[in-house]
Every structure is written in structure tokens, then in C-alpha cells.
């Protein structure tokens, strides 16, 4: 999987995952807002191109294939498992990006110390045993895409599996809000 990388020095890297039609750099400012000092690794979605690059392929009537999508996962977790940054290690993505670090906590639950889940989608996940890893989920009330009821209720199946997750509602639709990135940044100032 390509990647973008920002080496800053820091002891904090962020490893990030754009949406449907995003890129390498969609998401620099949100990490920016967040910490800027932190090391930043974008990756890039290797399904389709231009504004349907994606991490695996689209849903068919609400379903995801789920060949392609652990496909992917295994090949994502074996490069991890050689590049896994030292030190704090944040995990962010959006949308589908949300979704792929959905799937990739289905099979490695303790893959970061924190993960952010912008806008995800309650696809057909499986979850097993509890994780310490921290979980923040945002979602827009307006969201026509990612629905907020499927994200509450995505957000207290996590809680089953990751006791430190939680969950806040946007009053904006699926895109990225100013409040919500402060959110993140107060909530991640924490740890």
C-alpha cells in the first residue's frame, strides 16, 4: 500500500486513512489541527482511482465483499507488523478510511494506542475478547451517508470490545467539522 510520510521528530505519529476519493494529503490539516509536531503516515487507497479511491472495493446492496476487504486487511497487517512506528501511535481515518481501521480492528484490536473513527459506516464487523485501546467516534446528525443511529449503535458494539470508546454526534452532515476536529484534539490531548 503506498504511503505519504512526514517525519517530525516527535514520539507521536499519526497514521492516517482518507475517504472514498481522498488522498495522500486529504487529511494533513485535520493531524495539523490536532498536533503539529506529531509524525504523520498517509496512506493511500489502492481500489479504484480519482474520486473513487478507496482501501477496498464498494459495497454491493449495502454489502461489503468481504474477500476483497480481508484481502486487504492481511496484506495492510503484514507491512504494519515491519513498519509500525515507535513511540505513541495514533490511528485516524474517515469514512472509508474509518471503515478499513474497522476491519483492521476486527483482526489486530490492539494495532494502536488510540484510534479515531470519523464518520464510519456499521458494515458487517466481528469483534472478539477487549482491547485497551482507546476509541473516539464522530459522527454528523445530518449524515445521509453514515448514518448517526448506525454509528451510536456501531459505537456501543465497540464499547463491548473496547471499554475506553467513545462517542459524539456533530450537528453536520458527513463532512468534517471544525468542532469536531477539536473535539478530537481535547479528547487526544489526554492521553
Do not use: C
Not at 503506498?2 to 517525519?7: P, R, S, T
Not at 473513487?52 to 454489502?63: K, M, S, T, V, Y
Not at 454509528?151 to 475506553?164: D, M
Amino acid at each position: 500500500m503506498e504511503q505519504f510520510n512526514i517525519d517530525a521528530k516527535s514520539n507521536t505519529s499519526f497514521v492516517v486513512f482518507h475517504g472514498t476519493g481522498g488522498n495522500e494529503y486529504s487529511l494533513l490539516q485535520v493531524v495539523g489541527d490536532i498536533d503539529p509536531t506529531a509524525n504523520i503516515r498517509a496512506y493511500i487507497g489502492g481500489v479504484g482511482t480519482g474520486k473513487e479511491r478507496r482501501f477496498f472495493a464498494p459495497l454491493q446492496n449495502g454489502q461489503l465483499d468481504r474477500a476483497d476487504l480481508d484481502e486487504h486487511v492481511a496484506s495492510f497487517l503484514k507491512v504494519w507488523a515491519q513498519q509500525k512506528p515507535e513511540g505513541k501511535v495514533i490511528m485516524l481515518g474517515y469514512s472509508n478510511g474509518a471503515n478499513f481501521l474497522l476491519a483492521l480492528l476486527e483482526k489486530e484490536p490492539n494495532l494502536a494506542d488510540a484510534v479515531v473513527l470519523m464518520h464510519p459506516s456499521n458494515l458487517t464487523y466481528h469483534f472478539s475478547g477487549t482491547s485497551d485501546t482507546i476509541l473516539l467516534l464522530t459522527a454528523g446528525a445530518r449524515d445521509v451517508i453514515s448514518i448517526p443511529g448506525e454509528s451510536l449503535k456501531l459505537s456501543k458494539t465497540l464499547a463491548e470490545h473496547f471499554p475506553q470508546t467513545t462517542f459524539k454526534l456533530f450537528d453536520h452532515g458527513h463532512e468534517i467539522a471544525d468542532e469536531e476536529v477539536e473535539f478530537i484534539r481535547s479528547q487526544l490531548a489526554q492521553l
